[in-house]
């Protein structure tokens, strides 16, 4: 839009142009929002999660995990000991 006069050539031009744009954009959308796309995405946020960036685990969160189920695990037979 950078004359007040356009000929209709480069209406066409610009119509073909935000056209194209849109669709990009439209794919890309419907590739993001595949639930294949979405695990891909959310698996490879938690491996890096619990792996450094050359492969190697991370013992700190690993040790915090296997606390916490530990915990749980223990918390559930207590509490069966106690019910039953």
């Known amino acids: 839009m950078s004359s007040a006069t356009r000929t209709p050539d480069e209406i066409s031009t610009e119509i073909a142009q935000t056209r194209n744009r849109l669709a990009g954009t ?28 050359d492969g190697t685990p991370r013992q700190d969160r690993i040790a915090m995990v296997g606390g ?10 207590v509490i069966r000991k106690i019910v039953g």
Request: hydrophobic share 50%; net charge positive.
């Open 26 to 53: 439209i794919d890309q959308l419907v590739y993001r929002t595949k639930p294949k796309t979405i695990v891909q995405r959310q698996l490879a946020t938690t491996k890096a999660s619990f792996f450094n960036a």
């Open 68 to 77: 916490v189920v530990l915990g749980v695990v223990a918390t559930i037979v």
